[in-house]
């Protein structure tokens, strides 16, 4: 089957981009078309279904060029993987994202839908709870849908690096050796959402960052979805010193459990006395999840309700 797409633009750069870049980009998910351009026009000669399918979601690239300034490889990436969506918020049980393999991220408790919605009425949201309830995931899903949408410039996830304590010195190669596998989890959370190439690129630009908390002194964080976890392991001096580089248009989320402090004394943990100092001020929500908010392996939540009735 032929066909021919008119794009109905001035310049042709606008949509192909420079050197054909974001054409060349869309063409890579067709294999057995056969595509060249001339002006304004796209010709294509191939299998029905594929041609049928390229000019159906060049539409949709040509559409949204329309509500942005430029266009980049990652807008081809969100059309084909289905990312593609308005950047209105979103209810509780809506799907926040999609994973990698198309798998949709949604809540999957009550508390999980309370803290979808207190992300969108207010700017600073803290979460609390047990180990295994879901928090620190549904708040990087937020950000990566922010970052997808444009709504934000980049994702900042940090950790207090308690545990290691004096035996990072210890550890081999450079301080982000020592540093990687504490923050591993985060890590491992972005993989889920974000295909690696694009992970690595953001991460290599720094539009996503990942450092331990005593990185974050001194900062002005703008247009950014900044995420503290493991809080229960910083103290108020540490939690008035991240909390106030808060930028214009930034969201944070503090997330931890206060059952497992890893400071030498554990009443040196500022987790629930920030939030009984902020609670009630306008633009800050607290959501508390419990042990039946475990969304892990059924035997967690066992486990956990044996730790808390010792």
């Not at 969100?78 to 209105?88: K, P």
């Not at 964080?221 to 976890?229: F, G, Q, S, W, Y």
Request: glycine letters at 8%; charged letters at 25%; a neutral charge.
């Amino acid at each position: 089957m032929k066909k021919t797409i008119n794009m109905k633009v001035t310049s042709p750069v606008e949509i192909l981009g420079p050197g054909n870049r974001i054409l060349n980009e869309f063409c890579s998910y067709f294999p057995g078309l056969k595509v060249h351009d001339r002006g304004v026009e796209i010709f294509l000669d191939g299998p029905e279904e594929q041609v049928l399918d390229f000019e159906n979601k060049f539409a949709r690239l040509v559409e949204l060029r329309a509500h942005k300034p430029s266009l980049t490889v990652y807008d081809v990436e969100d059309i084909f993987s289905g990312e593609l969506r308005d950047s209105l918020a979103i209810s509780g049980n809506s799907v926040i994202v999609h994973t990698t393999d198309g798998r949709p991220i949604r809540a999957r408790n009550l508390n999980q839908e309370l803290m979808v919605k207190a992300y969108f009425s207010g700017d600073l949201l803290f979460a609390t709870g047990p180990a295994g309830t879901g928090k620190t995931y549904i708040a990087i899903a937020l950000a990566v849908r922010a970052l997808k949408n444009r709504e934000i410039k980049r994702i900042i996830l940090t950790r207090p690096a308690v545990e290691a304590g004096e035996r990072l010195g210890f550890l081999p190669g450079d301080l982000k050796d020592k540093l990687d596998p504490y923050l591993q989890p985060l890590y491992d959370a972005l993989e889920d959402m974000i295909p690696t190439r694009r992970l690595q690129d953001f991460i290599a630009s720094d539009v996503i960052q990942i450092a331990p908390l005593a990185y974050m002194r001194g900062r002005t964080l703008d247009r950014a979805c900044v995420i503290l976890d493991e809080a229960q392991n910083t103290n108020m001096g540490q939690l008035k010193m991240f909390l106030t580089r808060m930028g214009s248009n930034a969201k944070f989320i503090v997330t931890g459990d206060a059952t497992q402090v890893d400071l030498p004394r554990r009443d040196d943990s500022g987790l629930l006395r920030a939030i009984k100092l902020l609670e009630g001020i306008k633009g800050v929500s607290v959501v508390r999840f419990a042990s039946s908010d475990i969304v892990r392996h059924p035997l967690v939540t066992k486990i956990v309700k044996a730790f808390e009735d010792q």
